[in-house]
């Protein structure tokens, strides 16, 4: 059974003046498996962000399910699903959503605080992340005092500390420098190759082809994927290329 099952989602938006409709969403399906390291690309107003909104439960979708690991997470009560969101996914947004008062340290632990974890296991399991990510004589500074790439790096370690089935990224190069943004990449790639499910919405061709698969979002659907298959990032970097210069020339072939 596949981590995450995505069933014809659909999402209709009702505009507060005039009650006019927008479909954002049309009949998506998709499946990841477990360990899979997948982006979602698109021109904007595609509708991929709303698509990651959904399957991180941050929106519902108006019709079709989201199953995570077996769970209708569209069902989940209004109540609840603060508290599952929390339990079992990691964020990483592109403005980083890092809170100035507290040191990298408690910003990194608030998962667990709101969770209400232990002091000593979240302790032990910084050290492992600040170490690999390489923010430990960060931890007692605070986000005005460190770089873009460094306050990155400590929001890929919030994401990892409640040790989540999924990460979603939303344009998690979006606000970093080239170098920032490589060495951000090669981070995810590490992650994945451990065993962690990414999922990554971006405009960037270069942030894509770190990926494994590539999902492309056109008027509200999937209209194609590419597979890394047996291609380095530069390989897969031109059939990205290749796949939206079909898509901007209204073509539908597969690649």
């Not at 498996?33 to 991180?56: D, Q, R």
């Not at 190759?193 to 494994?212: C, F, K, N, P, Y």
Request: some cysteine; hydrophobic content about 40%; glycine content about 10%.
């Amino acid at each position: 059974m596949a981590l995450l099952e995505v069933s014809n989602i659909k999402k209709v938006y009702t505009t507060h003046f005039g009650g006019n409709k927008v479909q954002a969403l049309e009949r998506v399906s998709f499946t990841v498996e477990k360990g899979e390291y997948v982006a979602i690309m698109g021109e904007s107003g595609a509708g991929k962000t709303t698509l990651l909104n959904i399957l991180a439960t941050l929106d519902k979708p108006t019709a079709g399910q989201v199953n995570i690991n077996g769970t209708n997470v569209s069902a989940i009560k209004e109540k609840e699903i603060c508290a599952y969101r929390r339990d079992h996914f990691g964020f990483v947004f592109q403005d980083f959503n890092l809170l100035d008062t507290l040191s990298l340290r408690d910003n990194i632990y608030l998962p667990m605080v709101l969770a209400g974890g232990q002091l000593s296991l979240m302790e032990e399991r910084i050290r492992p992340l600040a170490q690999k990510l390489s923010i430990g004589d960060l931890l007692e500074k605070y986000p005005y005092e460190v770089s873009g790439g460094q306050k990155q790096r400590a929001a890929i370690a919030r994401a990892l500390i409640t040790q989540p089935q999924i990460i979603f990224a939303d344009e998690p190069t979006g606000a970093l420098d080239s170098k920032a943004a490589d060495r951000l990449l090669r981070l995810f790639g590490e992650i994945n190759r451990e065993g962690q499910t990414i999922l990554m919405v971006t405009h960037s061709i270069r942030a894509a082809s770190h990926a494994d698969r590539v999902l492309f979002i056109k008027d509200g659907g999937v209209f194609n994927q590419v597979y890394r298959g047996n291609l380095n990032n530069d390989g897969l970097y031109r059939k990205i290329s290749d796949t939206l210069t079909v898509s901007q020339a209204g073509g539908e072939d597969d690649v």
